[in-house]
């Protein structure tokens, strides 16, 4: 019995405690931060599934991009998000069943299993191996990606500029 | 650790790095200019299309695949890659005008209209959906920001807005169905997808089903078929004018560009279930876009809904498939890119600072005040209703003829149907403008030579395609061959 298990279910346990507190917290900062933890929880079971890659990234673009994207929303709309909103609405039946249908759909393809996918699993690291397929065989999409970036960051200038007139 | 670098075709990918470089180019000497005179920048990039566009002339030799078999050289995509830069050159002739008009004193706006075409020939040559996708990123992000180009207008922050959220919701639909046919196929590449479902994969996996679902989704929302289409008129009324010409023509070529290739390509296997899917889409696309379009006031909401129902008449040739529907598509996207720019240009001419001077009733009497304009609105409107000797009447004739060849009679019939219900709001700008008492004064309107060259290139096509439409045809059908193996 290796000890992947019990740290299996401590992530596990993190993520959905975390994630329970983020849907139905009534204060949306406590929300952001444990959106923060639920965060970090994805990213130990990405370690522990070999995907160090996705871990790295995880941390990165959710931990460090979007939750500190998110406070800065609430610290900006702080009159919207105030304390004390109301959690639940009349259409709680609805999404509740979307929910559901989701969570089934899920739970039959991991029953299913994807075939195509399911042939090998690499053992050695596999952030080198997606470095090197990165500037190989997928090096034209990695240099669209920057153009791509630069598009939208001209952008981002051209729409929140201050007009000097 | 050793890397092989795999051997860099740079020729293969020219005009793109030309545009992309142009591009750049535009930013850096943005910077020197004054605050008020940027139309040397449209020069520019002019200059920098061209350049593209003689560039891509060598590589129609012959069919190869470059960067590990990304993007394929074919004359399908190179066929797509001219139709881009012809939109995007016209799209520039017909801004510079406008552009000094609604005092927009941007550099950033040509270097991204670049970007916007380096992503719609990414989308043509893409063989891998990484690339297309990325493709399809650049062209969409660089347009959220050309559609809220009028900071100061409410309606174009709305029309950025609205396009920012329902496309980043149609991307990852998108993606969502690129993964899914990822895990069907175990490849992302569309030559090997195809090779995959070739050679007797079992067709009944239902991730495959998803992935096809939530791709024709994705696309739905890109080129605006019902019932995706809601973003559209809000979108297309609210950008600046030239941006809505440059979407109206491009970003439905370039998304018609990818999808093609993925589906009448990669996944023609699963033919019998995605065109009875296209099927539904196309009657439902032509008539709502058709129908309400009778109901607008406003010229460019019309053009939306118009723009709408032309979408439902190339699924139409979609659905049909084949030599014949495929060859119809080019023909049909070249001729709808050629009359509505001509159109909006037309708009543009016609129009006030601010955005006014849109109405239907603001075109009453212009025929006798200005002739000639009126006379080249009056061969788009013609064109676009389907009215020989017209591109747009050889192309919906193509595209009918290629569906009643395949064997969907009820189709075709519905979509001629449709034609003679759209003659009524088209013919009924052309009744304003030669049978109606003009209007109080107007202000005076601008003309400039290069909103004149882009009317004359785009008379002179719309007349030219429904005058002499075999060469173009011969090109179009040498340029869907290869798609269909």
Known sequence: M?????????????????????????????????????????????????????????????????????????????????????????QLGLSALIAGGLFFLLIYALWKGIPALAIKVPTQANVPTIGRVLMTSYVLPFEVASVLLLAALVGALILARKEKD | MEITLPPVDLGAITPELIVTGTALVILLVDLFLPRDRKTPLAYLSLLGLVLAFAASLPLWGRARYAF???????????????????????????????????EIHRGEYYALLLFATLGMMLLAKGMDLVVLFLGLETLSISLYTLAGFMRARLRSNESALKYLLLG?????????????????????????????????????????????????VGFGFKVATVPFHMWAPDVYEGAPTSVTAFMIAGTKAAAFSAFLRIFLYSLAP??????????????????????VAI?????????????????????????????LGGSSILFYLLAYALMNLGAFAVVILLGQKGEENLNLPDYAGVGYRHPLPALAMAIFMFSLAGIPPTAGFMGKFYVFSAAVKAGYIGLAIIGVLNSVVSVFFYLRVTVMMYMREPRAEVGPIYTSPALAAALVIAVWGTLQLGLFPGRLLELALRSIRPLLG
């Open chain 2, 68 to 102: 590990k078999e990304s993007i394929s050289l074919d004359p399908f995509s190179l066929f797509f890659s001219s139709l881009f830069l012809l939109i995007a050159a016209l799209t520039i002739l017909i801004s510079t005008n406008y552009l000094e008009r609604e």
């Open chain 2, 168 to 216: 980043a919701f149609a991307s990852g639909f998108l993606l969502y169905g690129i993964a899914f046919l990822y895990g069907a196929t175990g490849t992302t590449n569309l030559k090997k997808v195809a090779v995959f479902l070739g050679k007797g994969a079992p067709l009944s996996d239902p991730f495959l089903f998803i992935g096809a679902g939530l791709l024709i």
């Open chain 1, 2 to 90: 290796s000890i992947e298990l019990p740290v299996f279910y401590f992530l596990a346990a993190i993520t959905i405690g975390a994630a329970l507190i983020v849907v139905l917290g009534r204060n949306i900062v406590h929300c952001a931060f444990s959106l923060v933890l639920a965060f970090f929880g994805v990213a130990g079971l990405y370690v522990l599934l070999d995907a160090e890659f996705l871990a790295a990234v995880q941390v990165l673009i959710y931990v460090g991009g979007i939750t500190i994207l998110l406070l800065f929303a609430i610290m900006l709309t702080s009159r919207a998000s105030g304390p004390g909103v109301r959690i639940l609405n009349e």
């Open chain 2, 295 to 323: 109901a607008q006031q406003n010229i460019k909401r019309m053009l939306a809904y118009s723009s709408i129902a032309h979408a439902g008449y190339i699924l139409v040739a979609v659905v049909a498939g084949g030599e």
């Open chain 2, 270 to 291: 699963l033919k019998p279930n995605w065109s009875a899917v296209l099927w539904v889409l196309a009657v439902l696309t032509m008539t709502l876009g058709n129908v």
